[in-house]
């Protein structure tokens, strides 16, 4: 592959619901412009963008492919992104690093939930897009409807750039508005526009070329004194008034009938920005100062980390974008997150799973490296007298749950540096050991991404995993003031233990741990006090009514008694524990439960059912808006009802509901709860205990 700068490439992320044709289209333009000798197939797992065994098995892709498209002396970097909702990290770090947006929207199937998702991270990051109708070639296709739907669907002007020609078993070819053409096939060859679609052309080719006239002052005055517009300032105008985010121009192809791709293509190179003319990304400069960095091979090194892959033939490989300057192989840099320096061997452009090398990248290209040893996604790799770390994007908060037992103790041991490995791999995958439940918890945004997870855990790493549901982190407190003394005697034959400790425990809302000495004229010497406190500690942690950690007492010693010669500190560990655990029995003792902060948005006409849902579920709705079209509720839910809801709100709004949570506070679970909540945690203990 030659070498391009930056005026010469296109980082073009591919985005949408799942199976509207994104990997059929990269695929499609692959075969196209001739770096594959034949067209893969979804069915046969052949196509080069999904590459990985579990893609290849379920049909569908679980991850960003970079496909690598050149034309007309230019290279057009597509990101192909899975679009099942679960996988949407992918779809921000791909989004994060193009420069525009190419949206597929299934011809029939129409905007789905994936797609309204998508644009609204194209939204975030402000990045320009076009609207593909995809699978023109579909029995009942319908253009017409699309467009009215995406009109209705998103805050945008859209505008047509080509007409169908044909629809469903008739589409053979596109319209091109703007060289007045018709296409057909691929769209390599030019031919005159049919006498049945002059009129509709002409009419559509109006609209467009004032739209295109927005996009310049000049351009506008010429427009409003009735002179033509050539096709070069046609093509200007346009321009501008999509990088201004304007207007949204519509294509139409049918991707696996390689039909509209050549008339597409072409577009992206003449519509869509270089890496130069593109916003750039925020960035923090080696003063700590706030910077934008843009494009410019003259500028100072910087190469964002948006993605690591492991390997299990080549070992790790690094996804990375030069965001400036110019990157060659086998130089160092420094890696300004973790401050150390990294040596980079040969660099390569990846196109699917195919390494293919080369010795320069240029600012604003993609590219891979293997083999770093602490480079990590979201990492930023620069020349260590210039250090710059560029910001990562926003990632949701994990919304599913699951705890991961290892099957073997030879998977225990290799558990922890697993789920590190793949939480660094998937910013949306997260995983953390929870001391009340002694559970490991492994969270992403829904069963399947987990479940890619688990098999990716054992494909790659050979770590084989079961799952169980998360246990609720409960946490003991108590509700009055409690007071209770102990004494611990024990005599055996030599010397015995002797210990009796005096205690009082309160209500702390200020902290989770106070402890006060009130002992005088030496009933207790001060030298046992640390005893004291660790017998309390080790109660606090393994709980008193129901084996949850106990949090907001207060405790105070203020009396007990010593023998001169028996009194030893562990026999004052065993005293203050049973005192702290018959005080905490005599001071109102409740469990208290996680309340999450749950924020859902979904179609108007699925408020009913999802309130109602959210009443069974204990939730005190703090609040209800629209936003877009769409019903935003607000809710505080307890953990306990939340666990299984990703699945649940799915079935409820046909896949179109999302929700985001975050944890609030504790407070205290009912009382009627309480008790089967003890009585289960008891038995589990028990069962443990018999093991």
Not at 437 to 449: A, E, F, S, V
């Amino acid at each position: 592959m030659k070498e391009y700068t930056t005026d010469f490439i296109r980082n073009i992320a591919l985005v949408s619901h799942s199976s509207a044709g994104k990997t059929m289209l990269a695929e499609a333009l692959l075969h196209f412009t001739g770096a594959t000798t034949r067209l893969g197939s979804i069915k046969d797992g052949t196509t080069v963008s999904d590459f990985e065994e579990e893609e290849i098995r379920r049909g569908l892709s679980l991850s960003t492919a970079v496909i690598p498209v050149e034309y007309n002396d230019h290279k057009v970097n597509l990101l192909d992104t899975p679009g099942y909702t679960d996988f949407v990290g992918e779809v921000i770090s791909a989004l994060y690093v193009a420069d525009g947006a190419v949206v597929l929207v299934d011809a029939v199937s129409g905007i789905e939930v994936g797609t309204e998702v998508a644009w609204s991270y194209a939204d975030k990051f402000g990045r320009p897009r076009f609207l593909l109708v995809n699978k023109m070639d579909r029995d009942n296709a319908n253009f017409q409807k699309i467009l009215t739907q995406a009109q209705d669907t998103f805050d945008a002007r859209f505008i047509p750039v080509q007409l169908p020609w044909g629809e469903g078993a008739a589409f053979q070819g596109v319209i091109d508005l703007l060289t007045m053409k018709a296409y057909a096939g691929a769209g390599t060859d030019a031919q005159e526009i049919p006498a049945e679609m002059a009129d509709a052309a002409e009419e559509a080719r109006m609209a467009l070329v004032e739209a295109a006239a927005e996009g310049d002052d000049s351009l506008l005055e010429k427009y409003l004194e009735g002179e033509e517009l050539s096709a070069e300032e046609v093509m200007r105008g346009l321009k501008a008034v999509v990088m201004a985010g304007e207007y949204v121009p519509v294509f139409v192809a049918a991707g696996e009938k390689e039909i509209g791709l050549a008339p597409l293509l072409n577009a992206m190179i003449a519509l869509m920005p270089s890496p130069a003319e593109a916003p750039g990304l925020p960035a923090e400069g080696p003063d700590g100062e706030e910077m934008t960095l843009t494009a410019e091979d003259s500028a100072p090194l910087a190469a964002y980390v948006w993605k690591t892959t492991a390997d299990p033939f080549v070992g790790k490989i690094t996804y990375f974008k030069v965001v400036s300057g110019v990157l060659h192989s086998d130089t160092r840099v420094w890696n300004a997150n973790k401050g150390v320096e990294e040596r980079l061997g040969t660099l390569h452009i990846l196109r699917g799973k195919e390494q293919i090398a080369v010795k320069t990248l240029h600012a604003g290209d993609l590219g891979s490296v293997p083999k770093l040893s602490e480079t990590g996604t979201g990492d930023t790799l620069c020349d260590k007298n210039t250090p710059i770390k560029i910001k990562t994007p926003e990632y949701p908060t994990a919304l599913y749950r699951v705890a991961v037992v290892p099957l073997t103790q030879a998977d225990s041991t290799k558990l922890g540096s697993t789920l590190t490995r793949l939480a660094e791999e998937d910013p949306t995958l997260s995983w953390y050991q929870d001391g009340s439940t002694k559970q490991t918890i492994l969270q992403g945004m829904g069963d399947q991404h987990i479940d890619v997870a688990i098999r990716k855990a054992k494909s790659k790493f050979q770590l084989n995993l079961n799952t169980a549901e998360p246990k609720v982190p409960y946490r003991e407190t108590i509700t009055k003031t409690g007071q209770a003394q102990y004494r611990h005697k024990k005599q055996t034959g030599g010397a015995g233990q002797f210990a009796e400790v005096h205690m009082r425990v309160e209500p702390n809302p200020e902290s989770d741990y106070d402890f006060t000495w009130e002992v005088f004229g030496g009933a207790i010497s001060s030298s046992f006090q640390p005893s004291i406190e660790k017998g309390i500690k080790n109660v606090m942690k393994q709980g008193v009514i129901a084996g949850y950690p106990v949090v907001n007492v207060k405790i105070a010693v203020y009396d007990g008694k010593e023998h001169p010669v028996d009194s030893k500190p562990v026999a004052f560990e065993i005293a203050s524990r049973e005192a702290f655990k018959l005080a905490f029995q005599n001071a109102g003792p409740v469990l208290l439960e996680p309340i999450y902060k749950v924020r859902i948005i979904v179609p108007e006409a699925n408020m009913g059912d999802v309130l109602g849902d959210l009443n069974t579920r204990r939730a005190r709705v703090q609040g209800m808006d629209t936003e877009k079209g769409r019903s935003v509720i607000t809710a505080e839910v307890p953990l306990a009802e939340m666990l299984r809801y990703t699945t649940d709100l799915r079935s409820l709004t046909g896949g179109r509901g999302v929700f985001e949570m975050e944890f609030s506070h504790y407070e205290k679970v009912p009382a009627h709860l309480q008790q089967e909540i003890i009585a289960e945690r008891q038995r589990e203990l028990a069962e443990e205990k018999e093991k």
